[in-house]
């Protein structure tokens, strides 16, 4: 890679780092598993509603379209992202159900916004809602995550 993404030129004040891959251990690794590699790089924020925001860079590896990240590479991010908001709100979940709504091609080395929401909590239901967008306004994908909370042991 020549340069390294700039997080911290797209990190609002008002948010906190959080480690939220640390919630599930090391079952991350499809795509935060290598935090130097050519695919994803994420870094994770609570934002000042205590939302979880990820800054989710998007690298050569990840490629569809010439000079653009693959469909499957934005659902995969939006599948750990929006699976962790709900672990960060106090839900072990898995992720029952994903719709991903694609709404532009979104460019290699771009360095993304992924904003989340806790739409709702019925029994062991979780829906949490997400948008990939960039920090022009630009809005790349919708998706609607159903997520079912892990019975104890």
Sequence with gaps: MDTAPDFDRLRQPQWTPFDAPSLVGKSLRFVSGD?????FRLR????????????AWFGE?????PGHAHGGSMAAVL????????????????VGN???HFRRLLP????????????SVKGRKVLVRGRLCDDAGNLYAEADCLC???LPG
């Design 61 to 65: 590896e990840t490629e569809g379209p």
């Design 35 to 39: 935090p130097q590699g050519n695919r």
């Design 148 to 150: 079912i909370t892990i």
């Design 108 to 119: 290699l080395k771009l360095v993304a916004r992924v904003e989340t929401e806790i739409v």
């Design 98 to 100: 994903l719709n991903v």
């Design 44 to 55: 994770y924020f609570r934002d000042e509603k205590n939302d979880l925001v990820a800054l």
């Design 79 to 94: 599948d750990e992202v929006l699976g962790l908001a709900a672990w960060a709100a106090g839900y072990p979940i898995v």
